[in-house]
């Protein structure tokens, strides 16, 4: 199979994908950026504390606020969270969703991290239950601007154009047309609304996909666990920027949780299993 061979070749850190996973960590939805300080320092302890959570970790996109795989520049602003992510991947598995905000990763995340990318849609073994990630931009969305904006950001034309930019031309252009780009993140009715359409798609998904146990959606950054079935579930974790909001899958549960430093972990009330 000389493709396998010259995929292998380009690797510098191996896979440990093979390793199984029995207690999967899932965040999502961070957007890091260059005024997002302390919500990077609380994802870095986190990172840190991974090993001691789970044995596998899942983001769902959205980790930054913007992110370009170039062929020789990190964006400087992703530098500490990347280094991390680079540290907890030589421990345990770790997979990484592409959102609408940063889903130009390929190929910098297998090469350089050790990190299993995938742009849109990822599956996980956990336990024997078969964990289905998606971000969920562009599914169950209404059209105008929004649905407008997500074609052309995705289009591939878009990425080849952009990484003609030198990236102190390209990144300062995203910092300026960023914020004239939501999509109503900040509207508490608009986001009622996304993640109410979004768990109808969700269960719509389960019932036409009997072989999918656990779907983990992101986006609406409105956190989520819903029964589908008997040991079958669809996740949304939360947006990790408001309050380190996280999610844990194993072999028979799916929790959300809050992360905070000084404390212990601990399954938010009221939060179904």
Not at 112 to 120: H, S
Not at 151 to 157: D, E, N, S, W, Y
Not at 162 to 188: Q, S, W, Y
């Amino acid at each position: 199979m000389p493709h396998a061979r010259a995929f292998a070749s380009r690797i510098r850190r191996p896979l440990p994908c093979a390793v199984p996973v029995t207690r999967l960590l899932v965040l999502a939805d961070a957007h890091i950026g260059p005024a997002t300080h302390s919500t990077e320092q609380s994802l870095l302890a986190f990172l840190d504390a991974v090993p001691d959570l789970g044995d596998g970790l899942l983001i769902v996109g959205d980790l930054f606020d913007f992110w370009f795989s170039y062929r020789r520049a990190i964006p400087r602003h992703a530098f500490r969270v990347a280094a991390g992510l680079s540290a907890v991947s030589r421990r345990l598995p770790v997979f990484l969703v592409g959102g609408n905000h940063d889903r130009w990763g390929t190929p910098f995340w297998a090469e350089e991290v050790g990190i299993r990318y995938a742009p849109r849609s990822l599956d996980v073994d956990v336990a024997g239950r078969k964990v289905r990630a998606i971000h969920g931009d562009g599914l169950a969305e209404r059209g105008g601007k929004v649905g407008l904006v997500h074609r052309l950001v995705g289009h591939p034309a878009t990425s080849f154009l952009f990484g003609l930019l030198h990236p102190d031309l390209g990144l300062p252009l995203v910092d300026r047309i960023g914020p004239r780009l939501g999509d109503g993140r900040n509207d508490a009715a608009a986001m009622a609304a996304s993640a109410s359409r979004q768990a109808t798609w969700a269960h719509e998904h389960l019932r036409t996909r009997p072989d999918v146990d656990v779907l983990v959606m992101a986006h609406s950054h409105v956190p989520v666990v819903q029964q589908h079935e008997v040991r079958r579930v669809y996740l949304n974790p939360g947006a990790w920027l408001d309050g380190g909001r996280y999610g844990l899958i194993d072999s028979a549960f799916a929790e959300l949780h809050r992360f905070t430093p000084a404390a212990p972990p601990r399954p938010i009330e009221g939060a179904p299993r």
